[in-house]
């Protein structure tokens, strides 16, 4: 990821791009001709119709509002809008700072989720400017096409994308849960995206709604509707548990950062045989950090070990998990407590595999394994899954004491196995997932992979396998 913040990134990109916007749109006009052909069959001409990431203008345009307003984060993009269309109003913000008293009958984003730097402070601003009956209607580009396109990319036939989130139709539903929306109706377009008569027919109105070969359409789309907000609050505390072996660079930022989220927010740093200053590190943070404790053993008896200490020794009702490398922002926290706190699951699992990573993050090798052990765990609990090794986890302390641990090392099959093995429901946070401030990772690509297939077969035989009763 660039040294630029993101969304600045992608303000420069749609700049620079602005001036041959339409002139893309009209090479690639039968995929934007069935984008618009898919919008104006949900929207009622003669609405309330805001469009976010509106580009020039025309998708607003085409549903003919009796209130139309379009905005965009790039200055070029709305200058262009408002030249062509001056019957509407267009305004040059992220929707994050827009302010409007306005509700809106319908609201679209087409590809917008693909360049947002965080998916769930969008739909958090999209809420507000909802009434009862909203519709939202979201497009975003299938993730399994980015090769195709960054070698149409390449050859000069296709626009170039910039900056972009990975992110499956199933991902959008699991952040859904999160927040105060459900899906009506989802689905894929444009299997074909090019037009050659009748193969672009067939594949685009049959081979969307075959099963199984829907998945490979270039385009994903949900509607959605906002729903009462979720105002439980069922007033518990947090333990935050930091594993640490070798972390003297990364422990003392790592406390420091983590928010109080609840009743009651507990640290406990669980140091698994360090043999640098880790200890010594924590040790002197406890007169400043009264809800500090610290957990100190030798030898070093990996990660796992060291969650199921500090799980243990955990005073608050809700369990979670930071990676002392900083990887994962500790202020991100608290996206994993509400969930639980609301009553919304009984499990929260973050997920690396949305947003872009920083450079080096994540090697190519890992990131194709991660992927393959997704698809793994989600066909052996049932659970969509989309990233089992991510560090940070949350879960209630009660559930754990029925969670059998020591089948990985690391802890992470162990505590979703049990929560499947539970019953429990399992939602994804996404994360912003970083390079390590300090140090160097303890994960070795080949020797661990081998390691966690033997958990994902004892997990799946106690999870599928189920003895015979006696007679």
Not at 139 to 156: A, Q, R, S, V, Y
Not at 312 to 323: F, H
Request: aromatic share 12%; proline share 5%.
């Amino acid at each position: 990821m660039s040294s630029i913040p993101k969304k600045e990134a992608v303000k420069n990109h749609f700049d620079e791009i602005a001036k041959d916007y339409d002139k893309w749109k009209k090479k690639n006009v039968f995929y934007y001709r069935n984008i618009k052909a898919f919008i104006l069959k949900h929207v009622r001409p003669q609405s309330r119709v805001l469009e976010v990431g509106c580009g020039t203008g025309e998708v607003l345009a085409t549903t003919n509002p009796q209130y139309g307003v379009g905005i965009d984060i790039s200055p070029e993009m709305i200058k262009l809008a408002k030249e062509k269309y001056p019957q509407h109003h267009f305004y040059s913000t992220p929707i994050e700072e827009f302010e409007c008293n306005e509700k809106f009958d319908y609201i679209i984003m087409v590809d917008v989720m693909d360049h947002v730097y965080d998916v769930m402070d969008i739909f958090k601003s999209v809420y507000k400017l909802c009434h009862p009956t909203t519709r939202i209607i979201v497009t975003t580009i299938n993730p399994w096409w980015d090769l195709i396109f960054n070698i149409m990319e390449k050859i000069g036939a296709k626009m170039p994308e910039g900056p972009h989130n990975f992110i499956e139709k199933r991902n959008i539903g699991k952040i859904l849960e999160l927040l105060n929306f459900s899906i009506s109706y989802s689905g894929y377009l444009l299997l074909f995206p090019k037009y050659i008569p009748l193969l672009s027919y067939l594949a685009n109105t049959l081979g969307t709604r075959i099963w199984g070969l829907n998945k490979f359409s270039c385009v994903q789309y949900v509607i959605i509707q906002p729903t009462p907000k979720n105002n439980v609050d069922l007033g518990l505390g947090c333990t935050v548990v930091i594993p640490c072996y070798n972390e003297e660079g990364n422990i003392e930022e790592a406390v420091r950062r983590i928010p109080q989220m609840g009743e009651k927010t507990e640290i406990i740093v669980v140091n698994d045989g360090s043999k640098d200053s880790t200890a010594e590190k924590v040790k002197s943070l406890r007169d400043e950090f009264g809800n500090l404790k610290l957990i100190d053993y030798s030898p070093n008896k990996g990660k796992g070990y060291a969650v199921e200490q500090g799980f243990k020794a955990a005073s608050q009702e809700i369990l979670m998990i930071l990676d002392a490398d900083l990887s994962t922002a500790p202020e991100e926290l608290p996206r994993f407590f509400e969930p639980l706190n609301n009553g919304l699951c009984q499990f929260v699992n973050g997920t690396r595999m949305v947003y872009p990573m920083e450079k080096q993050a994540m090697r190519m090798l890992n990131h194709f394994g991660n992927k393959l052990f997704g698809l793994l765990m989600t066909f052996i609990t049932g659970q969509s899954l989309t990233d089992t090794l991510c560090g940070t986890k949350a879960l209630f302390k009660n559930d754990f004491q029925h969670i059998k641990m020591g089948r990985d090392k690391w802890g992470d099959f162990d505590l979703l196995f049990g929560s499947a093995q539970l019953g429990n429901k399992i939602l994804e946070v996404p994360v912003h997932y970083q390079n390590r401030k300090s140090g160097e990772s303890k994960m070795k690509t080949f020797r661990h992979a081998f390691h966690l297939l033997r958990a994902c077969f004892r997990g799946f035989r106690d999870l599928v396998f189920v003895p015979d009763e006696a007679p």
